[in-house]
Nanobody, 124 residues
C-alpha cells in the first residue's frame, strides 16, 4: 500500500505564485506517471497536468499551459506543480494523481491513485 500526500496550497492574490508538492510513499508507487487534477466548487474534477516516470514527457490542460510547470524530484517519488500568474478561476482543490503506467498520452479523465487534495484560493 502507499499514499500520495500534497502540500503547498494556500491563499494568494491574482498574479501571484504557489508551488504544490506531492510525495508518494509505499511500494505501490515504485514507478509510474504522476500528475494533477483540480476541482472547483460546483464543478467536475478536471485534468491539469501530467509527467512521465522519467520526467521527459509533460502535458498540460490548455487553461494552464504557459503558466503552470510540472516537474519531478530526483528521487522520482515527488512531483511539483509550479503555478504562476494565478487567476481567480484557478481556485480549486488540487489533487495529486498517479498511474501505474510509465507515461500517459493526452488528456486523462481518471487515474489509478489519488491524493487527499490541497486547497488553492486566488483572490481578485
Amino acid at each position: 500500500q502507499g499514499q500520495l500526500v500534497e502540500s503547498g496550497g494556500g491563499l494568494v492574490q491574482t498574479g501571484g505564485s504557489l508551488r504544490l508538492s506531492c510525495t508518494a510513499s509505499g511500494r505501490t508507487f515504485s514507478s509510474g506517471a504522476m500528475g494533477w487534477f483540480r476541482q472547483a466548487p460546483g464543478k467536475e474534477r478536471e485534468f491539469v497536468a501530467h509527467i512521465s516516470w522519467l520526467g521527459d514527457s509533460t502535458f498540460y490542460a490548455n487553461s494552464v499551459k504557459g503558466r503552470f510547470t510540472i516537474s519531478r524530484g530526483n528521487s522520482k517519488n515527488t512531483v511539483y506543480l509550479q503555478m504562476n500568474s494565478l487567476k481567480p478561476e484557478d481556485s480549486a482543490v488540487y489533487y495529486c494523481a498517479a498511474w501505474r503506467a510509465l507515461k500517459i498520452i493526452g488528456r486523462p479523465t481518471n487515474c489509478d491513485y489519488w491524493g487527499q487534495g490541497a486547497q488553492v484560493a486566488v483572490s481578485s
